[in-house]
Each structure stands twice: as C-alpha cells, then as structure tokens.
C-alpha cells in the first residue's frame, strides 16, 4: 500500500500510529479535514484481519464524519480512530495508553464509544483525556439520537417517494438490533408500521419480536424481502452487487456507516434500480450532532431540533439528485464540499 498516496488521495490530513509496548495497544488515529475545527470521530475497537484493513476502516470512516459533520452544519472536522484488537484483549492499562496518545493530540481529535468500546472503557480513556464526548454522564449516549435521525430521514424519503411522510402500514426491515437498531424499531412500532427484523444473534432478534409483534428474518434473507423500506443498521459494505439486486425495497435509509462497497458503482446501481437511498453520512448524523452539543453547553431541546434537520437537508438532496442526474451519495458528496468551503471563507472574513 502506497501510504502518502492513498491518504493524499482521499484528502487525509494526518495518520497517528500509536504503539504501546507496556499495554500492546495498536491504533491508528486517522484525522481527515480540520479545516472548520476539531477532528471529531470515534474510536472503534476490533480485531482486524490485517493492519491494511485497519488503515482502510480508519480511512474510509474518518472521512465520512468529515462529511457527516458538514452535512449536519457542524463546525467541526472529520476524524477516527480504530484499536486493533479482539475485545478480550481491551485492559484498562491499554486504554488508559490510548487515552494518552489522543491527550498528547491536544484537542485535534475528540472522540468516544463506537464499536466493542462500553461506556466503562470510555471512562478509563477519559481518565488521561479530557477530549472526550458521548458519555452516559454527559449527553447520555448517541445511539437513542441517531435512532431519531434514522427516523426523521426515513418520514423525508417517504414524503418524497410516497407523497406522504407518514409511515404507517408501510413494511420495514431493520438489519442489525444493537443500540441504534432496536431504539428505531421502537420508534417504528409507535409508527405502527409492519416490521420485520433480523440480526446475526437470536436473542435479540426474539427480544425484538416479542416485544414488537415484529416479524424475525434470517440474516441473508433480509435482502430480498418484499418490504418498502430496508433499514441497515448492523456493519458496512452492505450495498453491494449480490445485495443489491436481490433488493425489492424503494427506499434504504439505516444508521450503518459506509454502507456502500463502491461509493459509484453500488451508488449508481441504486439509482438504476429506483431505490431511493439515503446517504449514510447524513441519515446518521443523530449522534455526532448530540455529543457536538456537548461542546457548546448540552441542552437536549437544542440538540434534538438540531437532529430535525435531518429531514430538510435529505430532502434537499433528493430533490438535487433527480433534477442533476447524479446519485444521492454523489449530491451529498457537492453539498458536504460546498459548506465546507463556504465556512472555510466565513471563517477568513472574521478572521481578516
Ligand atoms: N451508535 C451510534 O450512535 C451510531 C451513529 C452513527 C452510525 N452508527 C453505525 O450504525 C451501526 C449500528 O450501530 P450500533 O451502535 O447499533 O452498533 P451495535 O454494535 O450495538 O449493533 C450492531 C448490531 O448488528 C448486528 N450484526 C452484525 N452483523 C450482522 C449481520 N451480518 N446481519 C445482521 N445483524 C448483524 C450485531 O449482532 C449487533 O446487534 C454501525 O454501523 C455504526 O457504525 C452508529
Ligand atoms: N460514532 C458516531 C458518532 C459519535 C459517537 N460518539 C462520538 C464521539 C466523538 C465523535 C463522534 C461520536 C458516528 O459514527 O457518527
């Protein structure tokens, strides 16, 4: 793997490999753009195949929050960062090592729980840093948020494929029932739509059922369901050749980051099939948006409103997606760039 040119390319501004002899800690902070402040990304703990899988997940997600961020008009960059181990290896010394390397980062990169991190982990990093966010004691913890936004981008994509955003009797697949997935299928049921759900563990898949009268799916079937709305809400690279041309569904609108294996080529077969998809980066910003408020003075009212917008800028994306031609990934892709820019001159003028 070519380093300089493959971070270049993608716009990366600063790979950290951080080695910890005493603890074995291994991880790469990638920060993308802090052209309008602060990296903000999690920290995902997970037992990659090789380092060059760690580096591309690292890459590949911390420029999605770049855009997530712009997307939501937050002021902020796009960061992450990924531990290379198996959960069973995670010890307090290596997260307190971790949490060193992002304080000696001085306020670059703030981050907190994703993937195989607890709320207790995060705490022992927080005992060496204090740029930290997301924490139960703080904004409570983003996935009750990003469930809302999922929500919120799902009632946009039906108002502007079905003329009405009300979601009622429509059938919807959620894929994955972790955090996010099983607070929006709560929010689907009081919607009362017809849900039908299916997750690689089976006890969550029939705590759901019973406690939403929801339908259980197996895991591979979930593509190819005769539903209106399928919900990824497990891991990435879902989108992809095989999954897609099973797919019966008009709209995908989920949490899971990078859900597409080739941003073009997967995102232009959506379009070709007529499946309205819901950029991940922006139907999934719940979260960033909840733990950003953190650093302007918590306020739930604020931060929730501020997850509203969601709809708006979905909506906006449909409508410049079908006027242009181009896919819904690729009109977030020019409006993500063009806040960007836009901040980036705001910025100049004040500091002129
Ligand atoms: N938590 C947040 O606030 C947040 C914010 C933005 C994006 N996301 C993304 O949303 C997704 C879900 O996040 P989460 O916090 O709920 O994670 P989680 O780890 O709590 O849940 C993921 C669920 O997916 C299931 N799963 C894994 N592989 C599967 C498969 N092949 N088929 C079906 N189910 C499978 C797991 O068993 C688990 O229940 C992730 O991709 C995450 O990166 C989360
Ligand atoms: N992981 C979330 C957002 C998030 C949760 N906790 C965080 C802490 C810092 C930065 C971002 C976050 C996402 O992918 O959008």
Redesign the pocket.
Known sequence: MKLFETTATAGHEQVLFCNDQASGLKAIIAIHDSRLGAAMG?T?LWPYESEVAALTDALR?SRGMTYKAACANIPMGGGKAVIIAKPEQKTCELLQAYGRFIERLNGRFITG????LTPQDVRQINRETKYVVGTQEKSG???P???IGVLLGMKAAAKYRFGSDNLKGLKVAV????????HLCDWLHQNEVKLFV????QA?VSKVARLYGATAVE?EQ?YGLDVDIFA?????A?LNTQTISQMKASIIA?????QLLDEQVHGEMLTDQNILYCP?YVI?????INVYHELIGYQEKKAISHVHSIYDTLLELFKKAETTGMTTHKASMQLAEERITQAEQAQMLVSA
């Open positions: 999690a995902r997600l729980q994703d993937i195989n913890g983003p996935a948020v990003t469930a894929q994955g029932l972790g955090n996010v997935g099983q299916s997750d690689i563990n969550k895991p979930v990824p809400c497990a891991m990435g879902i989920g949490s899971a980051n990078n991940d999934n910003a719940g979260g960033l």
